[in-house]
């Protein structure tokens, strides 16, 4: 299994996403290894460039500490795709994010969940049919999940609380910042 902070130096460099990431992995075997490559090898792994291999071979150098200090002070761990721990179904798909920052715990039955998305500005009848659904889902035996914005993910949320059922809150706001900010306490309860 990848150290993470060798998958968070490659995560780091210019031009690898998701889908760069897998190809370095499947070529080298590892991010350590991937970091370690002569240029010309990076080169040969399909979608990476020349400067996107200079970029790679420069990001060995990329220090991951001040991030994972910053994760272990908001008890926020880490995840790899490599994880045991990092869900089944998010890493079988085409481009699974390479890291997941988590805070809270992920259980096996978060395994069956459902998301409901929608709307920031939904109606009072799209507010309510969201929490109805959270009830019922839960009440089924899945997990919740949404994205904890204003709206119809905020309702879901409630919905799931509401009938003391799992929900996840996926953000994409980054290491400890919530938003809106409205929502602290709800995602303190999640």
Known sequence: MDR??????????AGVGPRTYRRLIDAFGSAEEA??????ALERVEG???????????????????ELARAGERQVRILTQSDPEYPRQLRAIDDPPILLYVR????????????IVGTREPSSYGHAQARRFAV?????GF??????A???DSSAHEGALGAQGRTIAVLGTG????YPEENRDMAAEI
């Open 4 to 13: 993470v902070e060798n998958v968070m130096r490659l995560a780091a460099c």
């Open 143 to 148: 997990t919740v999940v949404s994205g904890l």
């Open 35 to 40: 970091l370690g490559a002569p240029i010309a």
């Open 175 to 178: 290491l400890g910042r919530i």
């Open 48 to 66: 990476v460039s020349r400067k996107a291999a200079e970029a790679i071979a420069s990001c060995a150098a990329f220090d991951p500490e001040p």
């Open 136 to 140: 019922a889902l839960v009440k089924a």
């Open 150 to 152: 204003r709206g119809v």
């Open 104 to 115: 809270g715990e992920l259980r096996p039955t978060d395994a069956i969940a459902i998301a």
